[in-house]
């Protein structure tokens, strides 16, 4: 036992901290796989978009923002209007991210799309795994 497992036992013991570590790796997983689909996506002559990228950079930062919200210390009744309001939040903040895009580039409005919904359906999944994992330390913290 040197003085790594001594600096690792001490990181993991910290809850708080190890849920935000995990929140970043799923954030990092995310684009990874969004980044592989997209690639994917590009080998299609319908589906290419140089801007693909774009989606991916709002996911991310999207996503890294409501990591910080959702490991705020709250009780449970703001915590889950806070996951109603950060809910319709997103939504809107994409919906008016498709709207730019659409004004600005109505050629490549298609295959953006189809990037977008991608990662849309990626980071999703990887946000219900996610919460999951934080209300299942928050039911543990109450007993």
């Given at each position: 036992m040197?003085?790594d ?13 190890n ?16 980044t ?46 806070m ?29 953006f ?5 991608a ?23 109450k007993?």
């Open positions: 040197g003085p497992f001594i600096l690792f036992s001490k990181i993991s013991s910290n809850q708080s901290n849920v935000f570590l995990k929140g970043l790796f799923t954030i990092g997983t995310s684009s990874v796989l969004s592989a689909v997209s690639l994917l996506l590009n080998q299609f002559q319908i589906c290419h978009s140089y801007n693909w990228w774009v989606s991916l950079l709002v996911f991310a930062v999207i996503f890294f923002a409501l990591n910080f919200l959702y490991n705020m210390k709250t009780n449970n009744r703001s915590y889950s209007e996951l109603f309001g950060t809910i319709g939040g997103k939504a809107f903040v994409l919906m008016i991210v498709v709207f730019l895009y659409a004004i600005l580039d109505k050629k490549g409005l298609f295959a799309a189809m990037h977008f919904i990662h849309y359906i990626l980071f999703t999944v990887f946000e219900i795994r996610y919460l999951l994992l934080i209300i299942k330390k928050r039911e543990t913290q007993t």
